[in-house]
């Protein structure tokens, strides 16, 4: 936990002094003032992702197209647009899916941290410039409401939410690219920001599963009134969980949070708070340093182990891995790609629901971190190939996944995690 908690730390002190900047302020283009559904205006390519899959549900514990058949999307994620502005285009988001065999592209829009609150209107006109593109190629999006500092989703900062998804969701009520990810991350204290230590919330403080679903059910109903409206089904909702989407079945068990000092797979008293809602899945985030078979402590060796944890889980409910990084919580460090292929071999199947979990790699962007799956400088020249080692890993594990290319320097057997 003490590792897990200075990981964290370090992850939260970089968001205070690494902030390096990539791509220039480009204005956006395409005003989107109306907020009339646009949904019949998506003629998706034949072939394409959202041509081949449609609508998608959820079925029990698994993400289906529209014919009930298991679906594992599997893309990337955007970096806050507010550092990287110009990797995002009609052009790059092409390049993703032709080269990169993407198909799903998670648009992830800090809400803080210099993101939408600094111009709403700018920023909703970006999410509606990507939307389009993302139908206009057939392939899905995420709209992800990316909370992180601060983390209680509640918080008054993030106030704009229900009148940002009221907007969004009106305007593509009935679009199947659609995708929503209403709070990225909750995490921390409730009341106070106190980014720096975030274990001396209490109890009573934290950012608990129950803050999260009160959030949500005031969310969700405002998403699928506007599918009600045009007699569609309701697109996925995917929900953030505590402790930055790593207390995945905190609606299923009694007393867990954020700081309690327990190892994920002490026992704890079960109870059923999971929402009330079709199409809902619970967020999973990883990075592979710091998340894996957990660290020696009381001379216990796999103290918090998140591999056995999350293939438990993947047994009790429907998940999303909307972001995971192949390097440390922090975004950075050297990348780990033998524990990154223990998860991804976990999310083909290798679990005990045998679910196919869908994954997006953080990020599509060339920012100065390790995470970054471009080299510096590439989004001003338009080389959408040019991987760093992060993402040259990624782009063949998108080959074998989504385009059928057999490539065994990726996703290796002798990676496969074996339950004890
Ligand atoms: C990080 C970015 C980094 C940026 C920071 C700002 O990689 O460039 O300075 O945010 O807060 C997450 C978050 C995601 C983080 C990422 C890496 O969802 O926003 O991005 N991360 O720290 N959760 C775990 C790791």
Known sequence: MRKLIIGTMVALMA????LPSCGSKKGTENAADSVNAVAGKFKYPANSPVAKYGALQVKNLQLCGKDGNPVQLAGMSTMGWQWCKECYTKESVAAMLNDWNVNILRLAMYVEEGGYNTNPAEYRDMMCNLIDICGELGIYCIVDWHV????????????????FFRFIANKYAGADHVIYEICNEPNNCQAKDNAEKPWECTREE?????????????????????????????PIVIVGTPQWDQLVDACLK???????EKDLNDPLPARDSRLKFDNVMYA??????????????DG?????????????????????????????????????FDRTDKWLIMFDGNNAGKQKVSFCNWSFSDKDETSAALKVGSCAKGDWNATTPSGEYVKKVLS???GGVKDSSVLKDSNKYVRK
């Open 400 to 402: 074998v996944v989504n």
């Open 284 to 297: 999973f985030h990883f990075y592979a340093k710091s998340h894996n078979e957990g660290f020696e402590k």
């Open 15 to 18: 968001v205070f002094f690494v």
């Open 148 to 163: 992180l500092t601060p983390g209680n989703p509640k918080n008054e900062k993030y106030a704009d939410a229900e009148n």
């Open 300 to 336: 216990k060796s796999n103290y918090y182990d998140m591999y056995s944890y999350m293939y438990d889980v993947l047994g009790k409910l429907p998940v999303f891995c909307s972001e995971f990084g192949t390097v440390e919580a922090h975004g950075s460090g050297a990348p780990d």
């Open 206 to 234: 934290n950012v608990t599963w129950d803050v999260i679903a009160d959030y949500a059910n005031k969310i969700i109903p405002v998403i699928y009134g506007a599918a009600d409206s045009v007699n569609s089904t309701h």
């Open 254 to 260: 009694e007393g867990m949070y954020q700081g309690n």
